[in-house]
């Protein structure tokens, strides 16, 4: 719900619930204030959420794409707009620009295997996306979910995790960086996952969100399994002040990650990651 | 401006002393008159009421890092370039309100914020300018996204060009391909001339009907031939005068290909990252937005403010700023100019206005970093090259 007439001019959402997801994260349900035909969007893009009188931060979109009376943004506290959701709390009104930015190529990964590696809370915009996939999954081949979390505390989205490692057809697996006592699932980075992973790498379209490193060294292991360049996909992040290609903030190279992304081809852009200071 | 119109491309001549005719005529139609004027010990664009507002008889003296005003011994009203003002600062303010909003039983409102622009006329845009104005209306209203507030100021703009009689220690506009000459992009066009038996006229081009219909009241006669050679001529002059020079070939993949090079390291040392460059270019278009309120708590407003990717804010994200060295910031800066501006609009982000060396306190001289690169590129392995790329492929 971008007023084209002026992208600048958010709109008005309540917070109808806030679900805590780890101890400094958390999950936002929002409806419009006023009634309007529904906010739809496509999985991996974006919103521009404004605190009133505080700013404005880039949240991905997380919730079902099927569902357009409501949406979800799960948002990690860790600054001045982010802390400000958290303390606006249930009834809260935010100020939303968007959808913003590019999606996953769902569609092109039809007929095809998906690895979906995320890494924190890079599994925020990926969610829409697993959404999609279960709604359609006799379009797709195998469906592998890799995630890794720092410590077990850190680990999103728990129930649904869950939930959908019942189901046979998807292969779901989870590792941490730092066990605590009680944890018996990996310990490792999320690379280590991708070896033991089912997927036939020359017909696998890879989805890939978390930090940089961290997916520096996940591209390098996919292509090391063999799955073609072209075929992976990244998220990107850059500092972001208007969302629609004004500000200049969110350049990488010759692209705006606000409008060329945030989801890259990885071959788009390959010559430039990973290039410091770029 | 107006439509452009083929037919009306005959030139005439307007008397200096019918000037005045001209600014009268745009005032009745409710055009707020701009152009330079001496100020701040520059030559600067601010508010014109009459022609002799215009910094008659005084010329400008520019090099790197060098700014000074200096005296002619004649009465031209344009003998002198481009100063430390753009014109981006009337369509593009450094400081704008975007909307403000107040708090209500629901959470809070946008409020109604219409406030009238009055259209502008611009008086002597020079071609280095036309162009870079051509560039923001690319960013600005030619993307996904037309920017509102620009293109309410655009729309209704009026254009006076000037082709320069006289190019400055830091122009490069005949290497951009961006001037002396004005040749589109304007209402109407003058070329100034004064010659020594103390004849002072413009030669006039028309480039749109609204052009052709202002200039209709003012008291002109057609032009003889050998006064448009002399316009001509003063052209050519100018355009061979240039301060500086840039070898413009290949120069994207020549960036592109040396995102690794020692020069970046050299010109960290003595780049202040002041920012004096992005504020003075024209077609910089980088900001940062700042939300505020009242004592009350009641009010707030989101205010867009000119910022610079030379600050370390500028690309700050959780856990520090992509670009802490000035090493990259003025890498990213240049090759932003010079190339991924080709990627992302078409043109390049430079129009050879000089600005950024004049005002460079340390007299860092964009022509000189790129020939310095280019020179020394044979003796530096070329294997960090990035391949053009079209990343509106899953747009
Ligand atoms: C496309 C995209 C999707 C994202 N999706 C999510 C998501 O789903 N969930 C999530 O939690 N996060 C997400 N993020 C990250 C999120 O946008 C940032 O964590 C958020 O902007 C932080 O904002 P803040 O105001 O809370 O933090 P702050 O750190 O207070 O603010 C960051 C902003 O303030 C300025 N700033 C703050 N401190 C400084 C400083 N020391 N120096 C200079 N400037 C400073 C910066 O300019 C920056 O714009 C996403 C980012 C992008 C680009
Ligand atoms: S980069 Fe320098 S010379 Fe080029 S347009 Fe900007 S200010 Fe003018
Ligand atoms: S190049 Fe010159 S003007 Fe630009 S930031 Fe560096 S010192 Fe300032
Ligand atoms: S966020 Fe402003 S240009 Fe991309």
């Known amino acids: 719900m971008v007023d084209t007439a002026n992208p600048f001019i958010p709109t008005q959402y309540r917070i109808q619930k806030v679900l805590g997801e780890t101890y400094d994260t958390f999950t936002v349900e929002l409806v419009p204030l006023q009634d309007n035909d529904g906010f739809s969007f496509l999985p991996g893009q974006f919103n521009m959420l404004y605190v009133f009188g505080v700013g404005e931060a880039p949240i991905s979109l997380c919730s079902d794409p099927a569902i357009e009376t409501s949406i979800k943004h799960t948002i990690r506290a860790v600054g001045t707009v982010t802390s400000a959701i958290q303390r606006l709390g249930r009834g809260g009104v935010v100020g939303v620009r968007g959808p913003f930015g590019t999606h996953w190529p769902l569609d092109d990964a039809k007929g095809n295997d998906v690895v979906i590696v995320a890494g924190g809370i890079g599994l925020a915009p990926l969610r829409p996306a697993l959404y999609q996939i279960f709604a359609h999954r006799e379009k797709y081949g195998r469906i592998a979910l890799l995630f890794g979390a720092r410590t077990p505390h850190d680990i999103l989205y728990k129930h649904e995790l869950e939930r959908w490692r019942g189901r046979f057809d998807v292969e779901i697996k989870v590792t941490v960086d730092s066990a605590i006592n009680g944890w018996r699932g990996n310990v490792g980075v999320v690379t280590t996952l991708i070896p033991g992973a089912q997927f036939d790498p020359l017909n696998t379209i890879a989805m890939i969100c978390g930090p940089e490193v961290m997916m520096r060294f996940t591209i390098k292991e996919l292509q090391n399994r063999g799955v073609k360049t072209e075929n992976i996909y990244i998220s990107m992040e850059r500092n972001m002040k208007c969302g629609v290609g004004f500000c200049g903030h969110c350049q990488f190279g010759p692209t705006f990650v606000c409008k060329d992304g945030p989801i890259f081809r990885f071959d788009r852009i390959n010559t430039i990651f990973g290039k410091r200071e770029i | ?395």
């Open chain 2, 1 to 395: 401006m107006g439509k452009n119109n083929k037919n009306t491309t005959e030139k005439v001549i307007l008397k200096h002393d019918h000037f005045q005719t001209l600014i009268d005529l745009l005032k009745e139609r409710e055009y707020r008159i701009v152009g330079p004027t001496l100020g701040e010990g520059a030559i600067v664009y601010d508010d014109l009421n009459t022609v002799d507002d215009l910094p008659i008889g005084w010329t400008d003296d520019q090099d790197g890092g060098v700014y000074r005003l200096k005296k002619r011994n004649d009465r031209a009203f344009f003998g002198y370039t481009v100063g430390p003002h753009s014109w981006k600062k009337f369509l593009f303010p450094s400081q704008l309100r975007l909307w403000k909003a107040r708090r209500d039983e629901n959470g809070f409102h946008i409020e109604n914020d219409k406030n009238e622009i009055r259209k502008f006329a611009f008086i002597g845009v020079r071609s280095c300018d036309l162009h870079a104005i051509s560039v923001q209306d690319t960013v600005f209203m030619h993307g996904i996204y037309s920017e509102p507030n620009y293109k309410a100021r655009r729309e209704h703009t009026f254009i006076l060009a000037v082709n320069c009689g006289m190019a400055g220690g830091t122009c490069f506009c005949a290497s951009m391909s961006t001037g002396p000459e004005a040749t589109s992009g304007f209402d109407l066009a003058l070329t100034e001339i004064l010659q020594e038996k103390g004849e002072h006229y413009f030669v006039v081009e028309t480039g749109t009907e609204l052009g052709a219909e202002i200039l209709l009241n003012v008291p002109h006669r057609e032009a003889k031939k050998e006064e448009i050679h002399a316009a001509e001529t003063i052209i050519k002059n100018t355009s061979q005068s240039m301060g500086r020079t840039m070898e413009t070939k290949d120069i994207k993949d020549l960036l592109y290909r040396n995102y690794e090079h020692p020069r970046w390291d050299d010109v960290a040392k003595r780049c202040l990252t002041c920012a004096n460059c992005t504020m003075v270019c024209p077609t910089c278009f980088c900001t940062t937005v700042e939300d505020v309120t009242d004592l009350t708590g009641e009010h707030a407003e989101r205010w867009r403010k000119w910022d610079s990717c030379f600050t370390m804010d500028f690309s700050f994200i959780h856990g520090g700023s992509i670009r802490a060295s000035a090493k990259s910031r003025y890498r990213q800066w240049m090759t932003h100019k010079l190339a991924t501006w080709i990627d992302q609009f078409g043109t390049s982000g430079c129009v050879g206005c000089g600005r950024c060396i004049t005002w460079c306190p340390v007299a860092i001289d964009i022509t000189e970093e790129t020939r310095e690169i280019r020179k020394s590129e044979q003796t530096h392995s070329p294997n960090n090259s990035i391949k053009e790329g079209n990343n509106n492929e899953n747009a």
